[in-house]
């Protein structure tokens, strides 16, 4: 509803006055303080339409969409917030590079908005610090194993299209001869504060009366040693953090991760509320990734020339669009993007997979794409999906 501001009430009232001097009687007063109001809400209510009117012809709406992608070419960089220390998702190699699926991500946005994959900041955040970090405003992206939740979309900002289907684990040491979940009566857990997990762990301490003493931690490192210097019988994260973390133990046999899974948790990536274009690119780009394995094209096999598949010439700008230069990316942004990270399926066995830290994908058949896709070889029966470009 419209109000008038306070000083309108004080004009109101010095008409009265006036008014009053004049010899009119009350209800003369009041009837022209009244009609005298009116005059003024419609006064208001049509320069606020003018106003509104007047937006798009001086292209205020279009800079409010467009300011995140206008930082971004401005600045020559996409910055994203996320890790360097969990292998497969984002660590750090041999060669002092920041590697993984998550980085990869980044770097794909990157290729879409300013051609080159390696302009890219990476902001390393802790799991306490996500919240804070995306609300800010501060980065283009979180992309760091986040699962999405709906207090997060309303708090946090807006989630893309998963890119990873998890869910929460255990891993104990073996000495102690726990073969399930349901045995950790009495246990003391290592857990990161200020996480779904450390959530997730009470929840299910609770369903099934274990009495688990959990012991947390504002980072999943400090969690991750306490529990290797003995200081908690089991650590529990993503199963995929489970199989990451155990594959850089010094012993990784002296651990078991046990069989349950005790939630769920899409893995997406993340950016700041109140940029709709900003956010229709990302998740763009997340789908041309996805499509890319589904049509069977590689970063080796981009084709640069009709193929005679509609779907796939579309995609690649070829024939047709499917929405890419309505939202400032160019017609040929997949080839950009495909020639630069790969599909979906070839980011999953660098880095999750063989080539890896070696989780199988039909051991995690949620990650194989949708059963209805249209490859002939590829993984299917799975959650890998996204909305069609066309």
Same mark, same amino acid.
């Not at 960089?77 to 980044?106: E, H, K, T």
């Given at each position: 509803?419209?109000?008038?501001?306070?000083?309108?009430?004080?004009?109101?009232?010095?008409?009265?006055?006036?008014? &009053?001097?004049?010899?009119?009687? !009350? $209800?003369?007063?009041?009837?022209?303080?009244?009609?005298? %109001?009116?005059?003024?809400?419609? !006064?208001?209510?049509?320069? $606020?339409?003018?106003?509104?009117?007047?937006?798009?012809?001086?292209?205020?709406?279009? *800079?409010?969409? +467009?300011?995140?992608?206008?930082?971004?070419? *401005?600045?020559?960089?996409?910055? &994203?917030?996320?890790?360097?220390?969990?292998?497969?998702?984002?660590?750090?190699?041999? +060669?002092?590079?920041?590697?993984?699926?998550?980085?990869?991500?980044?770097?794909?946005?990157?290729?879409?908005?300013? @051609?080159?994959?390696?302009?890219?900041?990476? #902001?390393?955040?802790?799991?306490? !610090?996500?919240?804070?970090?995306?609300?800010?405003?501060?980065?283009?992206?979180?992309?760091?194993?986040?699962? %999405?939740?709906?207090?997060?979309?309303?708090?946090?900002?807006?989630?893309?299209?998963?890119?990873?289907?998890?869910?929460?684990?255990?891993?104990?040491?073996?000495?102690? =001869?726990?073969?399930?979940?349901?045995?950790? *009566?009495?246990?003391?857990? &290592?857990?990161?504060?200020?996480?779904?997990?450390?959530?997730?762990?009470?929840?299910?301490?609770?369903?099934?009366?274990?009495?688990?003493?959990?012991?947390?931690?504002?980072?999943?490192?400090?969690?991750?040693?306490?529990?290797? =210097?003995?200081? &908690?019988?089991?650590?529990?994260?993503?199963?995929?953090?489970?199989?990451?973390?155990?594959?850089?133990?010094?012993?990784?046999?002296?651990?078991?991760?046990?069989?349950?899974?005790?939630?769920?948790?899409?893995?997406?990536?993340?950016?700041?509320? @109140?940029?709709?274009?900003?956010?229709?690119?990302?998740?763009?780009?997340?789908?041309?990734?996805?499509?890319? $394995?589904?049509?069977?094209?590689?970063?080796?096999?981009?084709?640069?020339?009709?193929?005679?598949?509609?779907?796939?010439?579309?995609?690649?700008?070829?024939?047709?669009?499917?929405? #890419?230069?309505?939202?400032?990316?160019?017609?040929?942004?997949?080839?950009?993007?495909?020639?630069?990270?790969?599909?979906?399926?070839?980011?999953?066995?660098?880095?999750?997979?063989? =080539?890896?830290?070696?989780?199988?994908? !039909?051991?995690?058949?949620?990650?194989?794409?949708?059963?209805?896709?249209?490859?002939?070889?590829?993984?299917?029966?799975?959650?890998?999906?996204?909305?069609?470009?066309?």
């Amino acid at each position: 509803m419209t109000r008038l501001p306070a000083f309108s009430f004080a004009f109101l009232a010095l008409t009265a006055l006036a008014a &009053c001097s004049q010899g009119l009687t !009350e $209800e003369d007063v009041e009837a022209r303080a009244e009609l005298r %109001a009116r005059e003024m809400m419609e !006064e208001m209510r049509a320069a $606020e339409s003018e106003r509104t009117a007047a937006a798009p012809a001086t292209g205020m709406s279009q *800079e409010t969409q +467009s300011s995140r992608l206008q930082q971004v070419r *401005e600045r020559g960089a996409v910055l &994203c917030a996320s890790n360097n220390g969990i292998p497969g998702f984002g660590f750090i190699d041999d +060669s002092g590079n920041n590697v993984g699926f998550d980085i990869d991500l980044c770097r794909a946005v990157a290729a879409a908005v300013l @051609g080159d994959p390696n302009a890219i900041r990476i #902001q390393v955040i802790s799991p306490m !610090e996500m919240g804070a970090t995306i609300q800010s405003g501060e980065v283009d992206m979180l992309v760091r194993t986040v699962t %999405a939740s709906t207090s997060r979309e309303a708090q946090w900002g807006n989630f893309t299209v998963p890119m990873y289907y998890d869910g929460q684990g255990f891993i104990v040491h073996r000495e102690l =001869g726990i073969t399930s979940a349901l045995d950790m *009566e009495g246990a003391s857990v &290592c857990v990161a504060q200020g996480t779904t997990t450390e959530l997730n762990l009470q929840d299910f301490s609770n369903l099934h009366d274990l009495d688990i003493q959990a012991k947390t931690f504002d980072d999943t490192d400090v969690a991750v040693f306490s529990y290797l =210097g003995e200081q &908690c019988d089991a650590f529990t994260t993503d199963h995929s953090g489970l199989f990451a973390y155990r594959s850089g133990f010094d012993d990784p046999d002296d651990h078991v991760i046990l069989p349950e899974t005790i939630s769920e948790e899409p893995l997406a990536p993340a950016v700041p509320h @109140g940029d709709e274009r900003w956010y229709d690119i990302v998740k763009t780009v997340m789908g041309i990734i996805i499509y890319a $394995e589904a049509y069977g094209v590689t970063s080796d096999s981009v084709p640069t020339a009709k193929t005679g598949d509609s779907a796939v010439d579309r995609m690649f700008g070829l024939e047709g669009s499917f929405g #890419q230069e309505s939202i400032g990316l160019s017609k040929t942004v997949a080839q950009d993007v495909i020639r630069a990270v790969g599909s979906y399926g070839e980011l999953y066995e660098r880095h999750l997979g063989s =080539g890896g830290i070696g989780i199988a994908r !039909e051991d995690e058949g949620r990650n194989a794409l949708w059963s209805a896709a249209p490859c002939a070889d590829c993984p299917k029966g799975g959650q890998i999906y996204s909305v069609p470009l066309r």
